[in-house]
Structures are given as C-alpha cells and as structure tokens.
C-alpha cells in the first residue's frame, strides 16, 4: 500500500489498533525457531505461516492436529507452552529489531490518534519486547492472550478495545499482518491494514 493509500485509511480515524508480532516488530523468524526447538525433539514439524497470529496453545494444538497426533493433555501443553517462551524470550532480549518505518510512524501517530495494542502473544514476551524497542507506554489498553477468552481469528480482543475506548468501529483501524488477524478485524466491522504492504512514510505535509 502507498503511502497515499495509508493516508486515505487514516482519515477520520480516532483510535489505531495495532497487532505486535509481524506488526510492529520482526518477531516472525523468532517465534518460528522457538516452535521448531520446542518441537522438531517431538518430531513435530512447523508450518508457522498457520500459526501465526494465534496465541501459543492454539498453536501448539494446531501443530499436533497437523502431524496426525493425538491432543496433548493440559499439563503436557502447559509445559510446551512454557518452553517456547522461554525460547522466544531468549531471542528477543538478544536478537529483536524493529521494522522499518516503525518508530517513524509511531512517535508521529502518538500524538494525532488514541493507539491500542491487540496480540495473541503473551503478557510477559510482548512487555519484554516493547521494553526492548522502547515502545513502552504507547498503548492503552493492551489486551494480551491471557486478556480473552477466544483470540484471532475471534474478534473478541478488538471488540474489547472499542468496548473500553468507546469509539466506534468505523473510527477504528487494525493494523495487521495475519490471516487470523485479519478475519478478526473482519468480524469486528473495523477497517484493516495488511501491515506487510503498507508505506509508513507520512509526509510532513499531511494533515489529518
């Protein structure tokens, strides 16, 4: 998407609706080799272009329905769940680098629109990520996988956003990079950007 076409999108808008991983930051290859050291010793095999935008248990229960396995029991899955963040937790405070464009666009977006945070990771990986970008204390609210009962493709977590803010979902964008997410966004009636296209370059003439 151009960056006149992101202009468009944020016309009118009051509040911006961002997932994190994919989104606002390049955690994909992180949360890949996370799943694969947590299963490749189960012989599991990882498609993660199906499990991103998921919260971990459900993938980690997609992964076990795609390789013919029965369903693990929920101490099984507790522990796998905890070994892949403890994984990912340890490449992110090593390896995690914003995308680009990113910090631009915030620190322009922060004071023109309300900015909320919608992700299917949990509390304590995503936290320790913003911490590392220096993104803390952008969003409000921030709604984490421990946060809803169903997350994307339910558009649970979005609805509570809109719920909490009192703005309504055609004030709204999603910004997004998921197929879950943006089913989710979707169900929720609030416009979407696909975050892997789109140009952040605001121009400095622009006025919203």
């Not at 606002?24 to 290859?29: C, G, K």
């Not at 649970?156 to 997004?176: H, N, Q, S, Y």
């Not at 979407?192 to 121009?203: F, K, V, Y």
């Amino acid at each position: 998407m151009s960056n006149l076409g992101l202009k468009n999108k944020l016309a009118g808008k009051r509040l911006l609706i961002f997932d994190f991983d994919g989104t606002l930051a390049d955690t994909t290859p992180l949360h890949e080799q996370a799943f694969t050291e947590t299963l490749s010793p189960l012989g599991i095999p990882v498609d993660y272009q199906r499990l991103a935008g998921r919260k971990t248990a459900d993938a980690m229960l997609l992964c076990f329905a795609d390789a013919l396995l029965s369903t693990p029991d929920a101490e099984t899955l507790a522990e796998l769940v905890a070994e892949k963040q403890r994984h990912v937790r340890a490449l992110i405070s090593e390896l995690l680098e914003p995308l680009p464009g990113v910090d631009e666009f915030l620190k322009w977006a922060k004071h023109r629109f309300e900015m909320a945070l919608v992700t299917s990771g949990s509390r304590g990986t995503v936290e320790l990520a913003l911490k590392k970008l220096g993104y803390s204390g952008l969003f409000e609210p921030m709604l984490f996988a421990e946060d809803v009962r169903q997350a994307k493709p339910s558009p649970e977590g979005f609805l509570r956003v809109l719920e909490i803010t009192k703005v309504a979902a055609e004030d709204a964008l999603v910004f997004e990079d998921s197929t879950a997410g943006f089913a989710a966004s979707k169900a929720a009636l609030i416009d979407c950007i696909d975050a892997r296209t789109m140009d952040l370059t605001i121009p400095k003439s622009v006025v919203l």
